[in-house]
């Protein structure tokens, strides 16, 4: 069974940094893309960035280019997001999710229990 | 960036009732496009994926159809347990773009 487990959310001030991570098992990890969806409270779905199975590729939306950073580490079965230069806008809760293949994140077919972010002075 | 526009925003059905969500984008995705449901506290779970594959354990009452620029998310026979947000998302091109839901309440 697919398991992903997302952590290190929190509270943190405008300009901030913080990182998240997500825990995954019951799948060979390195076999498939990931990404990291987010919500913000009463809102729709945004997926921010997605990483190949390799690591090899990035992708990022422009709301977040340049102060987010996605990476993997396949001997840890751990994706990761480093958020830098946080702001008020990016209060979400953070969904890890796990794409169907591993050069592309196409659909997302397993999902996080999402972890809250709040940047707020 | 392909905006994904969903209507309508809220859908009253009774129970035991058909129910049409649509999703438009703004430029073709070809078949490519899938939908989840989300419930309240919960995070989403796909639905559809290809545009008219159901996923692993999705009831057979849930049926996509659709291409390019239309697609619609077909309910046939609403149970309790389908009321809830539905969203349609795009992997045609990056960023990847969701519609910004349909609720699916009860009437």
């Known amino acids: 069974e697919v398991q992903l487990l997302e952590s290190g959310g929190g509270l943190v001030q405008p300009g901030g940094s913080l990182r998240l991570s997500c825990a995954a098992s019951?799948?060979?990890?390195?076999?498939?893309?990931m990404g990291w969806v987010r919500q913000a409270p009463g809102k729709g779905l945004e997926c921010v960035s997605a990483?190949?199975?390799?690591?090899?590729?990035?992708y990022y939306a422009d709301s977040v280019k340049g102060r987010f950073i996605i990476s993997r580490d396949s001997s840890k079965n751990t994706l990761y997001l480093q958020m830098s230069s946080l702001r008020a806008e990016d209060t979400a809760v953070y969904y890890c999710?796990?794409?169907?293949?591993?050069?592309?994140?196409?659909?997302?077919?397993?999902w996080g229990q999402g972890t809250l972010v709040t940047v707020s002075s | 960036e392909i905006v994904m526009t969903q209507s309508p925003a809220t859908l009253s059905v009774s129970p035991g009732e058909r129910a049409t969500l649509s999703c438009r984008a703004s430029?073709?995705?070809?078949?490519?496009l899938a939908w989840y449901q989300q419930k309240p506290g919960q995070a989403p779970r796909l639905l559809i994926f290809?545009?008219?594959t159901r996923a692993t354990g999705i009831p057979a009452r849930f049926g996509g159809s659709g291409s390019g620029t239309e697609f619609t998310l077909t309910i046939s026979s609403l149970q309790s347990e389908d009321f809830a947000v539905y969203y349609c998302?795009?992997?045609?091109?990056?960023?990847?773009?969701f519609g910004q839901g349909t609720k699916v309440e009860i009437k």
């Open positions: 999710a796990k794409a169907p293949y591993s050069s592309s994140p196409d659909w997302f077919d397993s």
């Open positions: 019951g799948f060979t990890f390195s076999n498939y893309a």
């Open positions: 990483i190949s199975g390799g690591g090899g590729s990035t």
């Open positions: 430029q073709s995705v070809s078949s490519n």
């Open positions: 290809g545009a008219s």
């Open positions: 998302q795009q992997y045609n091109n990056w960023p990847r773009t």
